[in-house]
């Protein structure tokens, strides 16, 4: 059987789709050979990777979204920021109005992999060192501060620091590292779970999503710089619709969306291998 690689990309809240695609892989039995992933590809990557199935990360993730005494994922009884405040520690002075070490504990508590050479799956994570101004690529030592590294939107989450250097999210430079594993695998599957074009819509968005919306205009640029040079041999370009970068509470939807994606990759996984 060919050696199958698989790039995770950056998206916000749309990158839950990639537990619904993920499971094209636990149907058809195939592991992959090496994952590569940048912000929340980075994060459900990771527990891939460590050998925790698609179905048992949806578990998961549906257990931390149904927490009733924290009510962190129930942005629309106030606003996103507010609520997601709940889950994340509040920090202004710290080059981000998030620390971000309450997500990370939540994590390390259910990833049972502490180290990159614990994963069952080897596993690339993407950051961007802040003082280099470049890529940042982790593959081995501490698994949960480069997987930290990976998700820290600028102006969000602080930056993560590690041996005096730091790192913000990794979609800054590399929002789909396909690039990473094609030399390692003879068949390379990317998801693309950026934000779709849109029409207006009459509303001025709130200052935060306007800040997030020029974040993937420019992952967008990069992506499609990058894919005039080289290619995935299946690239799975989703169009998750009416998803702000936040909106995590609306996981239904986005599984909704997400199937017919699923659909494409098992359809195309079964004729290339």
Known sequence: MKKVGLALGAGGARG???IKILEAFDELGIKPCIISGTSIGAIIGAAYAS?????????KVRNLLAKKDSKIW??????????????VDFESNSGGFIKGDKFQKYFESEVPAKDFNELEIPLKVVATSYWERKEKIFQSGDLFPAIR???SLP????PQEIEGNLFVDGGMVNPLPYDLIIDECDLTVAIDVGAPVNGADNETPPFYEILFSSFQIMQNSILNSKLKFSRPDILIKTEIKN???LEFSKI???FQQA???KAKLLKKLKKLI
């Open 16 to 18: 839950l789709a990639h």
């Open 51 to 59: 050998g925790i199935s698609a179905h048992e990360i949806e578990k």
């Open 74 to 87: 129930d942005f629309y009884k106030n606003s996103e920021i507010k609520l997601l405040f709940s889950l």
């Open 149 to 151: 590294s990976s998700y």
């Open 155 to 158: 102006g969000l989450f602080s």
């Open 243 to 245: 998803i702000r970068m």
């Open 252 to 254: 239904d939807e986005i």
């Open 259 to 261: 199937e017919l994606y």
